[in-house]
């Protein structure tokens, strides 16, 4: 995950690839859309746009999924499909569900075809390595084993987790009133998300922490605590049957007993929270985007912070950033913006990996920094996106818009895909178009029971 220890071990261990398997043959295996046949027009409306980012995006979780388990592969570089070919990335996975949902509500596959693989996945996920119920960040999609993220994180991961579950409470809604398949199928993800043993993960103290091994146990010693990505860790655990936390875990962990609450604003836009790491201008925007992929933000509250102005003022302040760009930085504008972590450019050229903020800004635009800010920023999102397309000779791949681009360095292309910055994507326009997963993980009867008991007050 990507908060900003989770980074530097990713930067670390970034090469740590070496699956010697081939990977899939880069041949769709989705039907072909009507404009196939012709060249895509040089204009295009913005429902059109929105329509082919999610249908190219979505290529990643099904023609270049993990062959074996049928998850989300942690990355796929096309020029060299056997890079990390058998690394199934747990929170990638997560996302991968959601937007198979909306692969079936948009067409792309058969609700039978989703059921197929949605079985092999939630089959791999029931044999795979887990640790007091949580899965690994890596898993081995060969053989189910934990495969090491770092040399001490080699357990579970409690909020790659929670991204996974996300995804797992979306099929439990989606399928639960459908056929027996499906029911069983609903049944299955439920029976999954209800085993992680949240409360194990406090070490006792009034606080979630992010990991435990059994070889290491919690020496890692990192304490989820906002503002971050990891929201919904702590709404997941106080929605748990029979793992639950208490709001006084929350109160003290997640939000400091009141302290995650900043006076700073940027470009006359409050903060409202202190963003871990980058207090001026806010952090990473996938800060905003992967605890509220099913978790609505919009009327989201709690007793210290609206959640839903906390993610659209970061948003906005990150487009302003672009806007003024303060380091003078080539491209950047209006309509080219978005700050977040991904592939990078090294200082030699060769690829990297980088959180990228304003804290923390080396010229790296990432498509889905601003494409997944679309239900706080549409007007914004869509320049955005109609200026990627204009580009999409260099930034469209076989899976969607490319990881990250630099205007400043010959416009140079990360020609790359990860999983957790695609599957945002796809579901975070979703929301915007629809409200599909919003409203999915919304009506689920045990995160209304956890937000109620964690004093939350909520929309639809």
């Not at 999102?381 to 930034?395: E, G, I, S």
């Amino acid at each position: 995950m990507k908060n900003i220890f989770s980074i530097l071990m990713l930067v670390l261990f970034f090469s740590c690839s070496g699956d010697d398997v081939t990977g899939p043959t880069g041949e769709s295996q989705l039907p072909d859309p009507p404009m196939t046949e012709q060249p895509e027009p040089e204009e295009i409306s913005d429902e059109n746009l929105m329509e082919l980012t999610q249908r190219e995006t979505f290529k990643y979780f099904w023609d270049f999924a993990e062959v074996n388990s049928g998850c989300a592969r942690e990355r796929y570089h096309p020029d060299r499909p056997e890079n990390d070919a058998n690394t199934v990335a747990t929170g990638g996975t997560g996302f991968g569900l959601m937007a198979i949902l909306v692969a079936i509500e948009r067409s792309y596959v058969s609700r039978e075809e989703a059921v197929i693989r949605l079985q092999k996945i939630l089959g791999f996920l029931e044999n795979a390595d887990r640790f007091h119920g949580a899965w690994p960040h890596w898993l081995d999609g060969n053989t189910g084993k934990v495969k090491p993220f770092s040399a001490m994180d080699n357990g579970g991961d409690l909020v790659e987790t929670a991204f996974l579950v996300q995804g797992l409470i979306c099929v439990t809604e989606y399928f639960q009133n459908g056929t027996q398949i499906e029911m069983d199928l609903a049944a299955k993800a439920d029976a999954l998300w209800k085993g992680v043993e949240w409360n194990w993960y406090t070490q006792n103290q009034k606080v979630l922490y992010w990991h435990w091994s059994p070889d290491n146990q919690f020496a890692i010693n990192l304490q989820l605590k906002g503002y971050n990505e990891t929201l919904v860790t702590y709404i997941l655990a106080a929605a748990s049957p029979d793992y639950s936390i208490s709001k006084e875990i929350y109160n003290n962990g997640w939000a400091s007993n009141g302290n995650i609450t900043s006076n700073i604003s940027a470009y006359n836009y409050p903060l409202l929270v202190k963003h871990v790491g980058s207090e001026t201008y806010g952090g990473p925007l996938f800060f905003s985007h992967y605890s509220f992929l099913g978790l609505n933000p919009i009327g989201l509250k709690d007793e210290f912070v609206d959640y839903g102005a906390v993610s659209s003022n970061h948003a906005i302040i990150n487009y302003r950033y672009a806007v003024e760009n303060p380091e003078n930085f080539l491209g950047y504008s209006t309509e080219c913006w978005g700050l977040t972590a991904s592939y990078s450019r090294n200082s030699d050229g060769s690829l990297g990996y980088n959180a990228h903020s304003p804290a923390n800004d080396v010229g790296v635009i990432s498509p889905t920094a601003a494409i997944s800010s679309i239900p706080y920023t549409p007007t914004e999102t869509l320049r955005a996106m109609q200026y990627f397309y204009q580009k999409k000779d260099k930034l469209l791949g076989p899976a969607g818009f490319y990881d990250a681009f630099s205007p400043q360095y010959n416009f140079w292309v990360a020609e790359a895909y990860l999983a957790i910055d695609q599957g945002p994507q796809i579901v975070m326009i979703e929301n915007y178009r629809t409200g599909l997963l919003w409203s999915l993980f919304m009506q689920n009867e045990d995160i209304k029971a956890g937000l109620t008991k964690l004093g939350f007050t909520y929309g639809n």
